[in-house]
C-alpha cells in the first residue's frame, strides 16, 4: 500500500461489464495461423477488456516511477510488437512495481513485466524474448481462446465463494483485470508462445540464444524462495528445463549467425543501476502477521497464519479456510462520512453502529450483513478510522454462521492499529541493485567477500546469470545488491 486512496472502498471492476463483453461469439480466423476458430469475444471486446485490465492492475499494483525505464522497455516491445501479425492493435508495455519474477500480456495487446523480472536477467536480449512470449499470447489470441472454452464462474474473479457482487467491490484482490493474470495457457500455447516470440525478438536483431537462459534462470529461481504480489511466472508456464532444450533445437535450426546479433548487456544493466530489489518496505512491509507501513507511519496486526497480500491500494489477509477476510484500505471524507457511504450502499443491511476511538484516533465501527453470491449470508464489521490526515476503512467479513467464530479475531486486528515508533522501523529502505565493474580476474566468491551483497552467494549468482564457482574477468560488470535485509511476510 502506497498512499491513502480516494473513494471509500471503490471497485475494481463492475461484473456488469464483464458480462457485457461475453455476450458476443464468432467464428473468426486466427491472425497467426490463419485458421477459422470459435470465439466467443471480438476484436473489440477484446481490446477493451484488456484496456479495462490493464488500468486494473497499474492501480492494483503501481508502476516503477522511473520514466527512462518505462521508456526503453515499451520500445523495446513496440518494435517487435509492429511487426508482428497484429501491428493495428494499441500495444502497451509497461513495467510493474512489483518484487516478483513475472511477466504476463493482458487481451488487446497490453503487455507487464515486474521489475523482479528484470532484476534477474542480465541482457536486453533476455528482456526481448520475454516480451516476445507475452506479444504472442496476444498475437495468436490464447487468453480469448482460454476464456471462450471457459464458463465465466470458472475464471476465479475473486477470493473465495462467501464474496457477494457488492462485498465483492469492496474486499476482492483480484476482479476483471487480475482475474485475468490467473487464466492458464495450455502447454501448446506455451510451446507456440516460445516458437513466435523467439522470432519476433530474432526478427528484430536480438541473440535469442539469451531465451535459453531466461529459462534456466526460471528453473534456478524456482528453488528459492520469491517474493511479490503476483503468482510467479513459473507458477503458471511450463518446466523451463524442456523449454531450454525446444530453445536449442530452435537455434540450431535457424541459417542465423547469432554471433552478429545484439545482446545489449551494458545498456540494459545501466537501467538496473540503483533499482529496487526484492519487496520496498517504504510501500509497506510484513514482519510475520505485524504490517508496518514506515511512510504513513502506521502498524496493523492480522492473524497469525492467514495468508496476507499488500498491494497498491489495499492490504489484505484471507483465513486458512478461505471463508473469512480482513482489508486495510484508505477512505474518502471523515470516518462518519465513509461510514455512511459504505452502509449506505444497495444490498447492505446496516446492523449496530458505535464512535470511539482507537488508540487516540476517532473511529466508527458498524456491522452489516449481506447475501453472498453463492446464497449463503455474509456478516461483517467496519471501522473507519481517522488518522494522519486520512482515513482508514478496515473491513472485516466472513460468512455469516462463521462470523462469531471469527469476530475476535476481527476485533483484535482492529484494535492493534497505531502510529508505527519503531525507529527502525520507519527508517527501513529498500535492496537496491549496483552495477560494480570487478576490478581485477577474481571468482565471484572473491568479489563477494570484497564487496559483499545483501543477499546469499547463490541468490547473487542467479541475478547475475552465473555459477557460484565462477571466474570474473577485469571491467565486468556484476550486480551487487545492497542495503538492510528486512523480515519478510510469511
Known amino acids: 500500500m502506497k498512499t491513502p486512496i ?20 464468432s467464428c473468426a480466423l486466427n ?5 477459422r476458430e470459435f470465439v466467443m469475444v471480438s476484436e473489440a471486446q477484446e481490446i477493451e477488456m484488456g484496456r479495462q485490465g490493464s488500468a486494473q492492475v497499474i ?6 516511477p522511473d520514466a527512462g525505464l518505462q521508456t526503453y522497455v515499451n520500445e523495446i516491445g513496440q518494435g517487435m510488437a509492429r511487426q508482428s501479425e497484429r501491428p493495428q492493435l494499441a ?15 493482458m487481451p488487446g495487446g497490453y503487455i507487464f513485466v515486474t521489475r523482479g523480472m528484470l532484476t534477474h536477467m542480465t541482457n536486453e536480449a533476455q528482456l526481448a524474448s520475454v516480451l516476445g512470449h507475452e506479444i504472442a499470447h496476444v498475437t495468436a489470441r490464447h487468453s480469448v481462446q482460454q476464456m471462450s472454452r471457459q464458463q465465466l464462474a470458472s475464471l476465479g474473479l475473486g477470493l473465495g465463494s462467501v464474496l457477494s457482487p457488492t462485498i465483492a467491490d469492496y474486499g476482492q484482490v483480484a476482479s476483471l483485470g487480475l482475474g485475468l493474470l490467473f487464466l492458464s495457457y495450455s502447454r501448446s500455447h506455451e510451446t507456440q508462445a516460445d516458437q513466435l516470440g523467439f522470432h ?37 508456464h511450463p518446466d523451463p528445463g524442456n523449454r531450454i532444450q525446444d530453445v536449442q533445437r530452435m537455434v540450431a535450426a535457424s541459417p542465423e549467425d547469432f554471433n552478429s546479433k545484439r545482446v545489449g548487456g551494458d545498456e540494459f544493466l545501466r537501467h538496473l543501476d540503483g533499482m529496487a530489489y526484492g519487496e520496498d518496505p517504504r510501500a509497506g512491509y510484513f514482519r510475520g502477521s505485524l504490517f508496518l507501513h514506515p511512510d504513513l507511519q502506521f502498524v496493523l496486526a492480522f492473524p497469525d497464519g492467514w495468508a496476507t497480500q499488500n498491494a497498491a491500494d489495499a492490504v489484505t489477509a484471507i483465513s486458512p479456510n478461505r471463508d473469512a477476510v480482513i482489508q486495510l484500505r484508505g477512505a474518502q471524507g471523515s470516518a462518519a462520512e465513509a461510514s455512511r457511504r459504505f452502509l449506505g450502499q444497495d444490498g447492505l443491511q446496516a446492523g449496530a453502529s458505535s464512535t470511539g476511538t482507537i488508540h487516540g484516533n ?18 461483517g464489521i467496519v471501522t473507519f478510522i481517522e488518522y494522519g490526515g486520512a ?6 467479513y466472513s460468512v455469516a454462521d462463521r462470523f462469531a467464530s471469527y469476530s475476535p479475531a476481527f476485533s483484535r486486528s482492529r484494535d492493534s492499529f497505531d502510529r508505527l515508533t519503531d525507529p527502525a522501523a520507519l527508517a527501513a529502505q529498500p535492496l537496491r541493485v549496483r552495477i560494480e565493474r570487478v576490478p581485477r580476474a577474481m571468482s565471484l566468491q572473491q568479489f563477494n567477500s570484497e564487496m559483499p551483497s545483501s543477499i546469499p552467494l547463490a541468490e547473487l549468482a542467479l541475478i547475475n546469470g552465473l555459477a557460484e564457482t565462477a571466474q570474473l574477468r577485469a571491467g565486468q560488470a556484476i550486480k551487487r ?4 535485509v528486512m523480515t519478510r511476510a510469511n
Do not use: K
Open 91 to 105: 500495444w502497451e508495455f509497461h513495467v510493474l512495481e512489483d518484487a516478483s519474477v513475472n511477466a504476463f500480456a
Open 362 to 379: 476517532r473511529a466508527v465501527t458498524a456491522e452489516f450483513s449481506a447475501q453472498g453470491g453463492q446464497g449463503e449470508s455474509v456478516r
Open 6 to 25: 480516494r473513494g471509500a472502498f471503490s471497485g475494481l471492476a463492475c461484473a456488469a461489464v464483464f458480462l457485457g463483453l461475453f455476450t458476443a461469439t
Open 200 to 236: 519476433y525478438a530474432l526478427d528484430r536483431g536480438y541473440d535469442t540464444r539469451e531465451m535459453g537462459h531466461v529459462f534456466d534462470m526460471l528453473r534456478r529461481d524456482a528453488q528459492l524462495a520469491g517474493v511479490g504480489r503476483l503468482p510467479e511466472w513459473q507458477s503458471s
Open 59 to 64: 492501480g492494483a499494483i503501481g508502476l516503477v
Open 391 to 396: 482515513t482508514w476503512g478496515i473491513l472485516s
Open 31 to 35: 491472425p497467426v495461423s490463419g485458421e
Open 481 to 484: 545488491v545492497t542495503g538492510t
